[in-house]
């Protein structure tokens, strides 16, 4: 079974649209959680992240994500798509215990139109 | 930000052969590195952890003896796919941690990819 998934595999929007891509995971204990964005032709460049605290994060471009433990879920959101959003899109999780490594879902590739 | 650069980024052999692919963190001294790969419209799946000067270790289900990971140095860690088959042409991602002190919340930096296409 999958540990970590992404329930949209392509999402398309119009501009000025607003997104949310979900993530669940099934591991438990502690995790650290992330959202990576691969631009087309590009190489995965880090959105966002948590560890702790605050569990409403704030990323680059106008990207946040909510961590809802009791849901486990990670969702990624944000206000206003543009054309330039246009990516895939991964979430990834790091159990506490395993020295670092991610476990990715399967990605959702993100379409907006102009 | 912290560059990690992958060589080749694509490469072509014929079966049988054997394919080293390097990974490079450029401006950070790199602990750990991994090795993922990824399949067309699928996620990036873990293949190996590779600590500097010390064995890799393989997730299940990947063959050792198959992808030879060797992580001589803090910035340079190498993939070697020996007798390449055509079901091992695919996309190869390598990702590094920075070294930090005190504990923390570690960042892993990717490299751009290595395309792999064994005739």
């Known amino acids: 079974a999958q540990s970590v998934s992404q329930h949209n595999h392509h999402v398309i929007l119009s501009e000025a649209a607003s997104l949310e891509l979900g993530c669940n995971y099934s591991?438990?204990?502690?995790?650290?959680l992330f959202w990576y964005v691969q631009y087309p032709g590009q190489h995965l460049q880090l959105l966002l992240k948590y560890f702790s605290g605050d569990p409403l994060v704030k990323g680059i471009k106008g990207f946040e994500a909510e961590f809802i433990k009791s849901k486990f879920s990670f969702n990624l959101r944000k206000p206003s798509v543009q054309w330039s959003d246009t990516a895939e899109y991964f979430c990834?999780?790091?159990?506490?215990?395993?020295?670092?490594?991610?476990?990715f879902g399967r990605g959702t590739q993100l379409t907006v139109w102009p | 930000g912290a560059v990690v650069s992958q060589h080749p980024s694509r490469v072509i052999c014929k079966s049988g052969t054997s394919v080293k692919i390097e990974c490079r963190s450029l401006?950070?001294?790199?602990?750990?590195m991994f090795w993922y790969r990824q399949f067309p419209k699928q996620s990036l799946m873990l293949m190996a952890t590779?600590?500097?000067?010390?064995?890799?270790t393989y997730e299940q289900g990947v063959e050792k003896d198959k992808f030879l990971i060797n992580h001589a140095s803090l910035t340079l860690s190498t993939l070697t796919v020996t007798s390449a088959h055509p079901e091992d042409s695919s996309f190869y991602i390598c990702?590094?941690?920075?070294?930090?002190w005190g504990g923390g919340k570690e960042t892993q930096y990717f490299g751009p990819g290595t395309r792999l296409l064994v005739l």
């Open positions: 590779s600590n500097e000067g010390s064995k890799a």
């Open positions: 401006d950070f001294q790199a602990t750990t």
């Open positions: 990834a999780v790091n159990r506490g215990s395993t020295l670092g490594r991610l476990y």
């Open positions: 591991y438990g204990g502690t995790v650290n």
């Open positions: 990702s590094a941690r920075a070294r930090m």
